[in-house]
């Protein structure tokens, strides 16, 4: 597989904040598997990284990503145009899946900043972010149904989180247009802007996450996201965990003493 083109995916790190940036306006930022490839190693570079310490991923021109763009995707048969049971299941496992994961297990958190629509796949790219920004203009769209497709990219384990089976099911049964007002009333993002506010938005709100503490809010991520999933015991066994590893951290130990000393506690990410 060739690398996706460096403009394809447009990358810079400034104030301790990784941006990501979807750059086929074009395409509607539809994510052809190169540029999937790209995200995923950025994320994984992120968390690696601890000059990183929060992650914006957004988009260039009208569209956030209106879904996956199949044209050039590698050959899901077996080479003679022959398609076997288990091709498409290994392609979602290793594609669409695999790039909603990379945003739950970043461990540096991530705002997703929505500038146009997020459709398909393009939509559970911003759920799956911790915060989600959009602009006025942004539109999410279980688009699936249209094609008569059965959602993916985690989809079906996302939605439902948000806004409840119910609702999750009139979404993608019907694909139906989200405007952003409507997207936040529901759940689904945290704050709508105007258009020409959206990056000074997400950059002050990664830039103020990247100033706190980091290991935490990497901890605190991964019981929200987990809680779901856990009954009772579990999650209180998991937090209790957590606040044992949090505690060995500098920032926790900065934390504590800033309070003592009633000051402003200065977190370094470590």
Not at 44 to 53: E, F, I, L, Q, T
Not at 58 to 86: Q, Y
Not at 210 to 230: F, H, I, Y
Request: aromatic share 4%; proline share 5%.
């Amino acid at each position: 597989m060739t690398p996706a083109p460096e403009d394809d995916v447009l990358h810079r790190v400034e104030s301790a904040v990784s941006w990501i940036t979807l750059n086929r306006p074009e395409a509607m930022n539809a994510v052809t598997w190169e540029q999937r490839e790209r995200v995923i190693a950025l994320l994984a570079d992120a968390s690696a990284d601890p000059a990183v310490r929060a992650v914006v991923l957004t988009a260039t021109g009208k569209g956030f990503c209106a879904g996956a763009d199949l044209r050039g995707s590698p050959t899901t048969g077996t080479g003679t145009g022959e398609r076997v049971a288990g091709d498409v299941a290994r392609v979602i496992r290793l594609g669409a899946q695999r790039l909603i994961t990379a945003v739950l297990d970043c461990e540096k958190p991530v705002i997703a900043a929505v500038n146009g629509t997020a459709a398909g796949i393009g939509a559970h790219l911003a759920l799956a972010c911790d915060l989600v920004i959009a602009a006025e203009p942004a539109r999410f769209i279980e688009v699936f149904v249209r094609r008569g497709l059965v959602p993916d990219g985690g989809g079906a384990y996302l939605l439902p989180r948000l806004v409840g089976p119910q609702k999750a099911k009139e979404l993608m049964f019907f694909g139906d247009a989200v405007p952003a007002a409507e997207a936040e009333r529901l759940g689904l993002v945290n704050k709508v802007v105007p258009a020409d506010a959206l990056e000074a938005t997400a950059r002050a709100w990664a830039e103020r996450l990247a100033q706190g503490p980091t290991r935490a809010l990497w901890l605190t991520k991964q019981l929200v996201n987990a809680s779901l999933d856990s009954d009772r015991a579990a999650a209180l066994a998991a937090e209790a965990t957590a606040q044992e590893i949090n505690m060995t951290t500098a920032d926790a130990n900065e934390g504590v003493a800033s309070f003592v000393e009633r000051r402003t506690p200065k977190y370094r990410g470590a």
